[in-house]
């Protein structure tokens, strides 16, 4: 067998192999320890890691199709590697709402930190400059300069509700009201930057460099069927719900755990922060070692804009919704949802200096230096350990 053919069978085999030990897990352990946890952390991530492969090869041949540029292709991937996050989310803002919107909250910080991260792995000039594609210089800091005055403002409302309260003494929320009015404003401003991405960058192009996606095929390249990229979008989506859902479970076990040792609640919300966005370090890891560097900034760009622009605003609507619906209790009894307290204001308000670093580091000269590098991975985190340990 040919190494192409087989790299071509890769997420079939990581298929197989990670439903195999979800099933072990799900129908032969019955205790509910660190094996239980340790085979679905394990066959969920295994998942992960194949819908992200047959993700990939949908979004590849799509572009390829149509020509488009593979920084966009790589932020519709990145859409939706945001369902296994998803899935997590609903089953831990079920359980533990308050944890949940911290949680949601902390993905940002996380996901900034791996884009510093990752900026450090891509090829550099002989100055020492990662040069960044031209779609997340022009648009993506737009979404980090919005995103930081969103964090500030919201922050500061809710420092003022609690420090002005009629009853100093009384417990302060956001109801379902606040969550559904900021949720949808949020998702308006998702759909229009999606919808300004794929007018401005996705027609035809000159590749700006060689690790675009070429506009013209190799002639003897043989381009995949609309029916094959459905099938690898489809089974990408639903593969990525089962190990989205498998590694919220471990998590759950993970974070008990951790609360039985005596560790915050804010460190237990970290670590879940992290599995919640597994499906985007997957793929951002995946296209990378493909030597697709675009489609991979896109996803490191999108684990950032994508959480308070559509990761957030979800979770706030369905949090408002299962509160309506009596699946969580109103913590008010008449609608009150998330507790204005340390916890739920500091991860808000320090999303501020986190987007702030990161706008201007990327939007000076397109480029991103060592000491940018070094700046940004430092302050997120700084802000990680300041929640961590004081928040």
């Not at 949601?104 to 990752?118: E, K, M, N, P, Q």
């Not at 400059?129 to 210089?137: D, E, Q």
């Amino acid at each position: 067998m040919s190494e192409d053919a087989h790299e071509s069978k890769q997420w079939l085999w990581l298929l197989t192999g990670g439903l195999l030990l979800i099933a072990i897990a799900t129908f032969l352990v019955d205790s509910h320890g660190w094996l239980l946890a340790l085979l679905l952390g394990l066959g969920g991530l295994i998942v992960v890691f194949a819908s992200s492969e047959m993700m990939i090869k949908a979004v590849d041949g799509y572009a390829k199709r149509k020509k488009m540029n593979s920084f966009v292709a790589g932020t519709m991937a990145g859409l939706s590697s945001n369902i296994p996050e998803l899935v997590m989310l609903a089953f831990v803002l079920m359980a533990t709402p308050r944890v949940g919107f911290i949680v949601t909250i902390l993905t940002l910080h996380v996901g900034a930190a791996a884009f510093g991260i990752y900026c450090s792995t891509l090829p550099r000039d002989v100055e020492g400059n990662a040069h960044l594609p031209k779609p997340l210089v022009d648009l993506s800091t737009d979404l980090y300069a919005a995103a930081a005055g969103i964090f500030f403002s919201l922050g500061v409302i809710m420092l003022l509700m609690k420090a002005f309260s009629v009853d100093p003494g009384a417990d302060v929320f956001l109801d379902t009201t606040d969550l559904y009015i900021f949720g949808v404003i949020l998702l308006m401003i998702q759909s229009v930057a999606i919808t300004r991405l794929v007018k401005r960058f996705s027609g035809v192009h000159k590749p700006e460099s060689a690790e675009d996606i070429p506009v013209i095929q190799d002639k003897d390249e043989t381009l995949l069927s609309i029916t094959a990229i459905l099938s690898f979008s489809i089974a990408g989506l639903i593969a990525s719900v089962i190990g989205g859902h498998s590694v919220g479970e471990f998590a759950g076990i993970l974070v008990h755990e951790l609360e039985e040792a005596g560790y915050s609640e804010m460190f237990g919300a970290v670590i879940l922060s992290v599995f919640a966005s597994a499906g985007a370090f997957v793929m951002i890891g995946t296209a990378h070692f493909q030597k697709k560097y675009n489609i991979a900034m896109a996803n490191a760009s999108g684990a950032i804009t994508q959480v308070p622009f559509l990761v957030l605003p979800i979770a706030m609507i369905m949090l408002a919704a299962f509160t309506q619906t009596g699946v969580i209790p109103a913590l008010d009894g008449i609608g009150g949802v998330v507790p204005i307290d340390i916890h739920t204001t500091s991860a808000i308000l320090l999303g501020f200096p986190s987007m702030l670093v990161l706008w201007k580091a990327v939007q000076d000269d397109g480029k991103v230096n060592w000491l940018e590098t070094s700046s940004m991975v430092a302050i997120f985190l700084l802000v990680i350990y300041l929640l961590v340990a004081h928040g």
